[in-house]
């Protein structure tokens, strides 16, 4: 029996989840304040939307719109305050088919989604459900993204929708208009995990307890992910400012080092990065030694390596 065929759907409840909602929040704040730290903004956020696009892409596979996907993720966070109405699920619906799209599924899918007759009235209420006054944002954000999958109002792309809704209950949430961090590119590394634990809460029964830890699992290890990245991102601003005042050919030496992850070079790996002599390669690493950019390591003579003062 599937989720929506259960008689008390959609009383859908869970267990004391007090802590793993402690958790989210906690991981959000930190993050929220190395964001405001950092004074990152358009541009990452900007970044973070394409990236979910292409995620969101090869967890459902099929046509979708690029361009409408975007328009679709951005609204979901910058515009998290205005109410969801049928209206607006259309219209995203619309945006990110490629045929036009914009209009409640017309056929039966077989074991899956509910009766094509009922889905008005489920859409109807699940929106009076999310209008209300609900539980804390990360659940939220499960709930709704659940009730979309097993509804399923739409011939294609439901779940894009569905995280599309979860967007918008944690922007409005942790109140921002902008992306901070993705879930749906950790969900396309493990598709089968994804679709596995869906499977699993829409044949269980209305207590979804286990379908919100799982999602809330997810959604540190989301913003843990983020966290990294942006740490990684800074290291290398602060990299890039320290060695702005060098020589063309150094700095640049330097800066390629850093960003294929190498950490030490040789004379000869000098000169292969930047075409000089060896004498020019000696002299300029001795500069960078004095200067605080090496360590010597190793043996003398050609065979001397340098490492990296990060």
């Known amino acids: 029996m599937l989720l929506w065929e259960r008689p008390d759907w959609p009383d859908l409840r869970w267990q004391d989840l007090s802590r793993e909602v402690s958790v989210v929040a906690s991981v959000q704040t930190r993050f ?109 954000s499960g709930i709704g993204l659940l009730w979309m999958e097993t509804i399923r109002p739409f011939e294609a792309h439901n779940g894009i929708l569905g995280r599309a809704l979860a967007d918008t209950a944690l922007a409005k949430g942790e109140r921002r208009s902008r992306r901070t961090y993705t879930v749906s590119s950790l969900i396309a590394e493990n598709p089968r995990g994804y679709y596995t634990a869906l499977a699993q809460a829409q044949r269980g029964g209305c207590d979804i307890t286990v379908w919100l830890r799982w999602w809330m699992r997810v959604l540190v290890r989301a913003v843990d992910r983020a966290s990294l990245r942006l740490d990684g991102a800074d290291r290398r601003r602060r990299w890039v400012q320290r060695t702005s005042e060098l020589k063309t050919r150094p700095k640049d030496a330097l800066r390629r080092l850093y960003d294929h992850g190498e950490r030490g070079l040789t004379n000869r790996a000098y000169r292969s990065l930047t075409g000089c002599s060896a004498a020019t390669a000696s002299r300029d690493l001795a500069q960078l030694e004095g200067l605080g950019f090496l360590v010597r390591s190793g043996a003398g003579g050609r065979s001397t390596r340098y490492d990296l003062v990060i």
């Open 32 to 140: 929220a304040w190395e964001l405001d730290r950092l004074g990152v903004g358009v541009q990452h956020a900007a970044d973070l939307v394409v990236e979910e696009a292409a995620a969101t892409t090869n967890v459902t596979g099929g046509e979708v719109s690029n361009v409408g996907l975007l328009e679709v993720l951005g609204d979901a966070t910058a515009n998290h305050d205005l109410p969801m109405t049928a209206q607006r699920l259309l219209a995203w619906h619309g945006a990110v088919s490629p045929d036009g799209g914009g209009a409640w599924r017309t056929t039966d899918e077989s074991r899956r989604g509910l009766p094509v007759h009922q889905i008005p009235a489920e859409v109807d209420r699940f929106l009076s459900w999310w209008a209300a006054v609900g539980p804390a944002s990360m659940l939220r």
